[in-house]
């Protein structure tokens, strides 16, 4: 079965990378212009279902997603701005007052639209002004996207709310296309993901990770996205390399050492750093030394002991905190963090760079902010006493990390976002 999104917008498709259906993208040209007495609904949804036809006459096998996205203010639609001056009339009219982003799609086979629907969602900006607008606009982002921003750009922060699909509002809404495919008996996608694949769905949980982390109030550099392969074949943390990974994260030293060799082979594997995310004993202190550029997950002094004396320079690492004090979890409680990180300080050879935690299991987003927040809080503390080397909070999974952005990670471990859900389980060590 072959999927085509006939769309030119590479924002869909990194969208529909994420549920890792091999597809195609084949633009369609159509007429976009609005019809005398169309609303923005009936617009919209007309422009995608135009689009799945239009694709699905000359590949009729073919299961051809069409999709078209408009802001609308009331009976007025916002396509893409003809030019700066446009972009600026625009966002200055979608700063005083809130407006839908709607989204519409369709599923077209054999020449005829199936399916169509569309997603509806109410954004707010917060009052930006004048002068934020213009700097955006010079930016040039404003300049192919409908209602002239990117919510998943450097717009992130003029953002108050947003109310229904976000994935809708980047122009693609993922739970209405997933759900609708499933009616129509369009194979569920597939695991493990391509590695072509790999590339898309990375760029946009990168995107993610920065409007995040501007949204916060930080530079978008400020917080790194490690690409956790654990669990996938070396063919993947290879093409998240090459799609520009920088940092590579595994929970098990053999198979972390194996993986890095077999990318090694490949050609790329030290352009990223590699990250032991998971606990480590002190009897593979050597291959972890010569495999792993960070050690996440250290909660006894002996190990950091057992890392610098195998190593031929310096050793950097960072304290696990069990900050719930969750007894199925690692980490040192909260109380004893002070006094590990004098004693981690004294090992000859090792650096401690900061701190490090698993956010709590089942909690809500605010249970979860709250243990990020007494880890920022920690590391805050220790800085002010002197201890200035502690720059890294390695805070945030899949689940959870933009709570962790929000209260001020510097490093996010991202498995499944990126690569999809794991084959095989977790725990198996070989
Ligand atoms: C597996 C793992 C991750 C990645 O988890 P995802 O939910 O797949 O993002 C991050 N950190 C640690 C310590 C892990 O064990």
Redesign the pocket.
Known sequence: MRVILASASPRRAEILARVTWPFDVLPAAIDERRLGDEDPETHVRRLAREKAIRLSRAHPEAWVLGSDTVVAQGDDIFGKPADDADALRMLSRLDAAPHLVLTGFAWARGGEAVVHDLSRSEVRFRKIGEREIRAYVATGEPRDKAGAYAIQGGAARFVDSVRGSVSGVIGLPLEGVLESARRLGISEPVSPLPPEAVALRLRAVRGEVAARTVAAGRPPESCRLVA?T?GHPAALAHAAIAAGATDV?E?YVQEGARKRAEVAALSNADAARWHL??PLQTNKAALAVRTFDLV??IDRVEVAAALAKRASGPVAGLLQVNVARDPSKAGVPPDDVLAHVRRLADVPGFEPRGLMT?GPLDADAAATRGTFAALRQQVDELRGMGYERLTELSMG???DYPEAIAEGATLV?????IFGP?VRP?GDRR
Not at 413 to 417: K, S
């Open positions: 956790v654990k994260g929970n995310i998971g996440h997950a698993i999974m899949s689940d471990r991202l498995g499944t976002a794991r977790v």
